[in-house]
């Protein structure tokens, strides 16, 4: 396995700017996710780290020697795609040894190889099987099995969850990370799936419009997004935006938002009057009769162990997460309250997070090492 | 607006039994969602109340008339398919509008105007009527075809996954809308998933569907706190519920029978061991964002709960684990009061 290492990589077609400027290291073992709508240049990252695609310019080194120009095959990495296609006619054991006969390695090695992979897969008990009457669970399996088998430098997947079934799909991202855990395979996947991106990476890159938005750990990223693209895209409800005016001075702990004042984390660089928001998690909002900030109900989801709650204010929809024990009618009036330590604040034309004492030392943009 | 009844259907395609014996009334202005993974006979069962399939045995009652041999166009359902269909050549308008132009409604163009204008308010397209079809996001054309259902005031309206095409976000606000529609018009409703929040946030009642038969039917309430046996259980709840043997666990006595204790988040009392005594260990304190997992080991079985987003717990740690009004199952997974 190795480390990969991207320096100023950019795609154009035509007019049109794919990637821009990438720069992002994935260290040796480490599960990667680049996470973003369609269109955002994650898949042609991909394809140019797979050698799929050539980059109009940058640099792409695969364990210290540098792959950019070299051909898809000559890279030793394994490429799973959305589509699983095994070969019907053959047993489980012929299509993981496949590649394996491929590059004309003895039979006895091949053996032994796929047998280690199918334990480490739990379809040992399947090898002598026809993969036409498998399960789709297995059929995943074989088909990761056979990229695995190579031992190549590294993994590439573009969405190889996409099309599956929700519940099928929570336990295929289990076993995707648990396998990651056993055998610490340098993995670089595409998702446009917040779930699967929190759930499974070491790193996170967040991407819009050919950019990387925020690289960091999912934790991070989820905590202390650095642009409002990336408060909105991840979280479900994504996190919620309340409109504020004035100033911002540095040392200052307090901000109005609705004529409310609000505690927030302490601000650390000064900016002249503009447009504001407020960045609140629905799970950092609680309801509180002595508020200031004030709704009515419009909609409570149930979920069981909590419910999500949309209150209408005078600045739009709030969603909150509360428990679901909690008694609640539509169009009854509330007060918000929010966990002040957990905000996050952005200016509103650039869409950048205001540096506070909560983001300190949480990387910014795209740069990374 | 009517009462859907569907009394002992069947349906079988070769060997596959599809949908088996099923039995269930769609109150008039009730929002019925089955739940199932696919091939539990949801789609299906859609098909057969519009009059797509024939049933083999069993009757389709619309409003105390039995339709069950009718053609679909006779039947008065208004049918949303998982893929926006929309006519690419029109605007959103005439798109809205088509259902109206029948020969047979004999609507007048401003009769015509006023309910299309209604409904694409309803759906908030409104601001892109004159927009071509194919030049919307996703979710604006999935909400002109949730629309172009509504225009007309069909008997019911049956979904088929009309969300499950969009992406995250979009599908989390047209399930707020979707409900909200439906309450506001008061509409019947049969609408299939395998999506097991948009049952639980959109429905009055669930069905929970299984290889064809209906397992169970109530609020999500209901279904989520008082499941009927194993299999329900376990198609609801993030994360899914904790399976464990009876005796798993000291100092519990479960009722005479019990093989099987099901445990949720809220079923479970974990704290930090103090004085020496434990029941097992934190594995690994999962942050997915919104909602944070505590996976632990007691005995030989792993469990999954949610916890706090600023928890205390951390990998290694010794905890105690108490249950409080657990589900009971038998050994042939039915549920057993506590």
Known sequence: ?369 | MADVSLRGVSKAFGDTQAVDDLTLTIKDGEFVVLLGPTGAGKTTTLRLVAGLERPDHGSIVIDGRDVTRLEPASRDVAFVFQQYSLYPHLTVYENLAFPLRSPARKWSEDDIKRRVLEVAKLVRIDHKLENRSTRLSGGEMQRVAIGRALVRKPAIYLMDEPLSSLDAKLRGDLRLELKRIQAELFSTMLYVTHDQIEAMTMADRIGILAEGRLVQIGTPKEIYTEPANLHVAARLGQPAINLLPADLLPETAPPAGTKTIGARTEHLTIRKAVNGHSDGTVDWVEHLGDQNHLHLTVGSRKLVTLTDPDTLFEKGDRVTVRLKAPLYFDGAGNRIAG
């Not at chain 1, 002595?290 to 409570?300: D, E, M, Q």
């Not at chain 1, 205001?354 to 740069?367: I, L, S």
């Open chain 1, 1 to 369: 396995m190795a480390e990969i290492r991207v320096q100023n990589l950019r795609k154009e077609f035509g007019s049109f700017v794919a990637v821009q400027d990438s720069n992002f290291v994935v260290n040796d073992g480490e599960f990667f996710v680049m996470l973003g709508p369609s269109g955002c240049g994650k898949t042609t990252t991909l394809r140019m780290i797979a050698g799929l695609e050539l980059p109009t310019g940058g640099k792409i080194l695969l364990g210290g020697e540098e792959v950019t120009m070299l051909r898809a095959r000559e890279r030793d990495i394994a490429f799973v795609f959305q589509l699983f296609a095994l070969y019907p006619h053959m047993n489980v054991r012929k299509n993981m040894g496949f590649p394996l006969l491929a590059q004309g390695m003895p039979k006895a090695e091949i053996k032994s190889r796929v047998e280690e992979t199918a334990k480490l897969l739990r379809i040992d008990h399947l090898l002598d099987r026809p993969v036409s009457g498998l399960a789709g669970g297995d059929r995943q399996r074989v088909a990761l099995g056979r990229a695995i088998v190579r031992r190549p430098k590294c993994f590439l997947m573009d969405e190889p969850l996409g099309t599956l079934d929700a519940e099928f799909r929570d336990l295929m991202v289990h076993e995707l990370r648990e396998l990651h855990n056993r055998i610490h395979a340098t993995t670089v996947y595409v998702t446009h799936d917040q779930h699967e991106a929190m759930a499974m990476a070491d790193k996170i890159a967040v991407m819009n419009h050919g950019v990387i938005e925020q690289f960091g750990t999912p934790r991070e990223i989820y905590d202390h997004p650095a642009t409002m693209f990336v408060a909105d895209f991840i979280g479900s409800p994504p996190m919620n935006f309340l409109k504020f005016g004035g100033g911002l001075q540095k040392g200052a702990k307090e901000i109005v938002v609705q004529g409310a004042a609000v505690t927030v984390p302490e601000i650390h660089e000064d900016f002249a009057p503009a447009d504001f928001a407020l960045g609140v998690r629905p799970e950092h909002i609680r309801f509180d009769d002595n508020s200031r900030l004030r709704g009515s109900i419009y909609g409570t989801e149930y979920l069981g162990t909590t419910q999500i709650v949309a209150v209408e204010t005078a600045d739009g929809m709030v969603k909150a997460r509360v428990p679901a024990d909690i008694r609640l009618s539509v169009g009854e009036p509330v007060g918000l309250a929010f966990n002040g330590a957990r905000l996050s604040l952005f200016e509103q034309a650039s869409g950048r997070a205001v540096r506070t004492n909560a983001r300190e030392g949480v990387q910014k943009g795209a740069a990374h090492g």
